[in-house]
């Protein structure tokens, strides 16, 4: 089991230098999850071969449009792909009319269900969850409702060693145990859970931060995750701008990752005045060294 991401749009409000508005993808097992869906994110799922009758749901940080203008090209793209599994569509208070608006008005059919749950986070809470993970909605500062995301994957039994289980006679309240990492005392012998399971591969998890002003509340939120991603739409030397247009500068989403230890910063969300997002990554190691800034096209292993 790993988790992966694929960044399908860097850039802030407009697309500019060949970066598209918001859009990720998180791969996890058989299943992935599409987390914002700015304009452009049809031709990136086709353009990085992205397996879109995979995506289980779609998650919307709010409803500024370079989060979800992109929408209406996803939902009506499946009909070309002969989706017939069910689609969720998580997002805050409004995401349904807008969904049901262009639905209406554009006379779409769709050959699949499609479930819109609104969502806007006031405190942090569960909103979905699988056997493979669970998905957390917190209160971002933005200038509408914003959500963000944390995803964290559950962390499975371990997977007992063949020739063990013939070796120790397990019975199947053993192995059960064992899988859980529980010893087995027997009337004349330790079984040891370590000795007779692999390894198993610690859970990972993910949390996503657009759009926001710098707000110490995530810290605990964030604390120790895998990768966060935070947005620096700014330098810091524009820090009133950012501050004015509740956005975040490279500076400041790295003081967050420092506060809260995360193991690696992804930063994105770059105002359309940056060619590239040099400058921005600079900052951002200044302070932080595991940065990473995204790109279109960046896929990461988590
Ligand atoms: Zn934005």
Do not use: W
């Amino acid at each position: 089991m790993a988790l992966s991401l694929t960044v399908l749009g860097s850039n802030a409000a407009m697309p500019a230098y060949g970066r598209i508005t918001s859009a990720q993808v998180l791969h996890s097992n058989n299943f992935l999850y599409l987390i914002d869906c700015g304009e452009g994110t049809r031709i990136r799922l086709s353009e990085y071969k992205i397996k879109r009758n995979k995506i289980a749901v779609i998650f919307i940080s709010h409803l500024h449009g370079d989060h979800c203008f992109g929408l209406p090209g996803v939902i009506s793209s499946f009909f070309h792909f002969s989706r017939s599994q069910k689609l969720k569509i998580i997002g805050p208070v409004g995401i349904k009319k807008l969904i049901n608006t262009f639905m209406e008005v554009s006379e779409g059919h769709l050959m699949y269900e499609l479930e819109i749950i609104e969502h806007t986070a006031d405190t942090f809470n569960l909103i979905y969850q699988n056997k493979d993970l669970e998905v957390y909605a917190f209160p971002l500062k933005h200038r509408i409702k914003t959500n963000g995301y944390l995803f964290r994957e559950l962390q499975r039994d371990s997977n007992l060693i063949k020739e063990k289980i013939t070796e120790f006679n397990l019975t199947i309240e053993e192995m059960r145990k064992l899988k859980k990492g529980l010893d087995i005392q027997r009337p004349n012998e330790l079984i040891l859970a370590d000795e007779v399971t692999k390894q198993k591969t610690p859970a990972k998890s993910f949390a996503y931060c657009s759009d926001t002003i710098y707000d110490e509340s995530l810290i605990d939120i964030v604390r120790e995750v895998d990768l966060l991603y935070h947005e620096t739409t700014y330098l810091h030397e524009l820090k009133e701008k950012a501050r004015a247009r509740m956005h975040a500068t490279s500076y400041e989403a790295a003081q967050l990752a420092k506060a809260a230890s995360v193991s690696r910063l992804l930063i994105g969300h770059y105002s359309g005045m940056y060619r590239t997002p040099d400058a921005l990554l600079d900052e951002a190691q200044s302070v932080f060294e595991n940065s990473i800034a995204a790109y279109d096209g960046l896929m990461i292993d988590i």
